[in-house]
T-cell receptor, first 111, second 114 residues
Framework: SQQGEEDPQALSIQEGENATMNCSYK?????LQWYRQNSGRGLVHLIL?????REKHSGRLRVTLDTSKKSSSLLITASRAADTASYFC???????????FGTGTLLAVQP | EPEVTQTPSHQVTQMGQEVILRCVPI?????FYWYRQILGQKVEFLVS????????KSEIFDDQFSVERPDGSNFTLKIRSTKLEDSAMYFC????????????FGPGTRLTVL
């Protein structure tokens, strides 16, 4: 299955701490994307990393990709209560146009 | 900033009824998608649409489902005879041609089948 598996399933941290979420997958990809979803709301695109990239930054977000291990991580630095949400990795295979979403990590940032 | 819009935000229907979920993708985008998310579960791909035809569909997208782009701006998902298990959040997404896969999602329509 191409599905991304994320861990941890849930993560609770204090404001100001860093949060790290991991995504593993099984097949080759064109790129990997991370999305955020606030409870019951839509999906917000955070960052896209291509298969030939190893690391990417956007503000407080840092994404790494290791295609040899078929894994990616999302690091949120200096977390804020407003970062509380579910975070999903999504695989884009290129041969098809669809995104395959992972199972998600529920992040709770305590003020 | 351009965004994908969806209407209605919440639709309640009786089992067996037909529903149409509407989406207005970003205007210069060429690829259109529907995904769904059953409460507490992951987001699942339903169908992709390009050049006025379905380019890919999942096993979920059976004969009860159809999509249409009737007027060059709207993109609709029709469920002909709803079932209880169709209750979910339905997301529309669009993508510009030639991009690497960044899809822009709408806020979703929560469908409740009673």
């Amino acid at each position: 299955s191409q599905q991304g598996e994320e861990d941890p399933q849930a993560l609770s941290i204090q404001e100001g701490e860093n949060a790290t979420m991991n995504c593993s997958y099984k097949t080759s990809i064109n790129n990997l994307q991370w999305y955020r979803q606030n409870s019951g709301r839509g999906l917000v695109h955070l960052i896209l990393i291509r298969s030939n990239e190893r690391e990417k930054h956007s503000g407080r977000l840092r994404v790494t990709l290791d295609t040899s291990k078929k894994s990616s991580s999302l690091l949120i630095t200096a977390s804020r209560a407003a970062d509380t949400a579910s975070y999903f990795c999504a695989l884009y295979g290129g041969a098809t146009n669809k995104l395959i979403f992972g199972t998600g990590t529920l992040l709770a940032v305590q003020p | 900033e351009p965004e994908v819009t969806q209407t209605p935000s919440h639709q309640v229907t009786q089992m067996g009824q037909e529903v149409i979920l509407r989406c207005v993708p970003i205007s210069n985008h060429l690829y259109f998608y529907w995904y769904r998310q059953i409460l507490g579960q992951k987001v699942e791909f339903l169908v992709s649409f390009y050049n006025n035809e379905i380019s890919e569909k999942s096993e979920i997208f059976d004969d009860q489902f159809s999509v249409e782009r009737p007027d060059g701006s709207n993109f609709t998902l029709k469920i002909r005879s709803t079932k209880l298990e169709d209750s979910a959040m339905y997301f529309c997404a669009s993508k510009a041609g030639g991009s690497w896969g960044e899809q822009f999602f709408g806020p979703g329509t929560r469908l409740t089948v009673l």
